[in-house]
């Protein structure tokens, strides 16, 4: 396994959501939101195929965003080990009063809270929509 810090080009990013159930995205899409990655860790096989990734997104100062968590087949011990190199990012370089948000799936909010992400209900609420 090795990780590196660095963002997958817009091919090698589809097929890894789509390996781990996420939907793909267009490639333009992709390139543009990739190129914007504050932060991004990869953990590759020995062979050097991507297995799983995360990025965070935001502004640097106030909000950081953990998007993009995949993993390929799904490993609760790869994920925990993407979750620890953005949880050390975040500790160098987010501001203390910065806010850090993260969509979770629902098997795996119990790793999350195990880094320290709870609910944010009822104080408030996660919307999502497509425009």
Known sequence: MKISYE?????EYNELRTAAGLSEKEVSS??????RSVFSVLIRDEESKLIGM???VGD???YFQ???IAVRPPDKE??????????DYLRENAPKDADVILMADVPSIGLYQTFGFDY???KSISLSGTL
């Open 7 to 11: 963002v997958p080009n817009p091919s």
């Open 30 to 35: 992709a390139k543009t939101a990739l190129s």
């Open 54 to 56: 995360a990025r965070i």
């Open 60 to 62: 640097g100062g106030c």
């Open 66 to 68: 953990i998007v993009d």
């Open 78 to 87: 790869i994920k925990k080990a993407i979750m620890n190199e953005i949880t």
């Open 120 to 122: 944010t209900y009822p």
